[in-house]
């Protein structure tokens, strides 16, 4: 599951969005520091960031597991799951750089500086089963959306090796395997601008996709499969009134959020949103909501931060708090 959103504001400031889909809420808020050190699961190798980051992950012995966040550059990169198209290797390729799936925001996000770096050294990555590996992880199936301050936001899907780059002028990724599928779809409930998809052409996200027309057009459902989602907050996003900053991005996007969050079903399916976050590439600020909170906490890479030595875990608070009228 999961559902990411990119946003422009009128201010240039673009905010990027997720829900993530999960089983239980296993990852909070942590600071990653330049030069960090961490040890691969596939080969044991030991990496180097160069790159601070802010986000949310989870503690592991030697490394973190990181889901989203932001740099220092401005960088974001998503991981989300992926069904039916992923062609991992299982055998070694030590001349490259070994990772496994769910390790690749955290790679990314501490070696690049944009999306186009990413894509210039894609070829450097290898994504390994856990057949041959160090320590077993089995077959993650992942895909990552990845964005940067210029507004550009691609996919990066392990259909093939290296790795396939999807310009997405949409702004919208969900878990479907077939992107332009999806987009095909999305026509029957909007009219998209002509060169929205032009070959070639790099995604830089626009604050309007279509031509304003809706005459005629389908209502979006209020299905949680991958592509009711992807319909569901591309058509909204288009229709909602463009933010004019930072603030009114965070708010538009948790609303935008609103329609995609999905509440725990356990009779129905075994994964709800766990949590909700933000991002904003330019001030590198990291807003974050888990499933029972009901409230956003702001967590911000400052320049002070990149000096700093060690990784730092914040606290998770999940737990409902209400702010309670006095009087009368």
């Not at 070994?98 to 450097?124: C, R």
């Not at 990555?125 to 964005?147: D, F, Q, V, W």
């Not at 998809?197 to 005459?215: C, D, L, N, R, Y």
């Amino acid at each position: 599951m999961c559902t990411s959103i990119l946003q422009v504001a009128k201010n240039g400031t673009h905010m990027f969005s997720r829900t993530m889909d999960w089983h239980e809420l296993e990852s909070g808020p942590v600071f990653s520091p330049r030069d960090y050190e961490w040890i691969a699961d596939f080969d044991q190798r030991t990496e180097q960031n160069k790159y601070a980051i802010i986000g949310v992950g989870r503690k592991k012995e030697s490394a973190i597991d990181m889901s989203d966040g932001v740099n220092e550059w401005g960088l974001s990169v998503q991981k989300l799951t992926f069904r039916n198209g992923t062609n991992l290797y299982d055998e070694p390729q030590a001349d490259k750089e070994q990772l496994a799936p769910y390790e690749v925001p955290f790679y990314m996000m501490g070696n690049y500086k944009s999306v186009a770096d990413i894509i210039e050294h894609l070829d450097e990555i290898r994504l390994m089963s856990g057949k041959n590996s160090a320590i077993p992880y089995g077959y993650p199936e992942l895909h990552y959306a990845a964005t940067d301050p210029t507004g550009r936001i691609v996919i990066i899907e392990p259909t093939v090796q290296p790795m396939n780059v999807i310009e997405n002028p949409i702004g919208v990724v969900t878990n479907a395997f077939n992107f332009a599928h999806q987009v095909e779809q999305l026509e029957d409930y909007m009219n998209l601008k002509p060169d929205l998809q032009k070959e070639g052409k790099t995604s830089v996200v626009q604050p309007h996709i279509s031509t304003g027309s809706f005459a005629g057009k389908k209502v979006p459902s209020s299905a949680y499969t991958p592509t009711g989602r992807f319909i569901r907050a591309a058509y909204y996003k288009e229709k909602t009134d463009q933010p004019t900053n930072e603030k009114e991005a965070l708010i538009s996007s948790w609303h935008l959020l609103n329609s995609v969050t999905v509440p725990k079903l356990n009779n129905y399916q075994h994964t709800h949103s766990v949590y909700r976050s933000a991002t904003c590439l330019e001030s590198r600020s990291y807003y974050f909501e888990p499933y029972n909170r009901l409230g956003i906490t702001k967590y911000q890479l400052t320049d002070e931060m990149l000096n700093w030595k060690h990784p730092h875990f914040y606290n998770i608070d999940d737990h409902l708090r209400l702010t309670e009228a006095m009087g009368e």
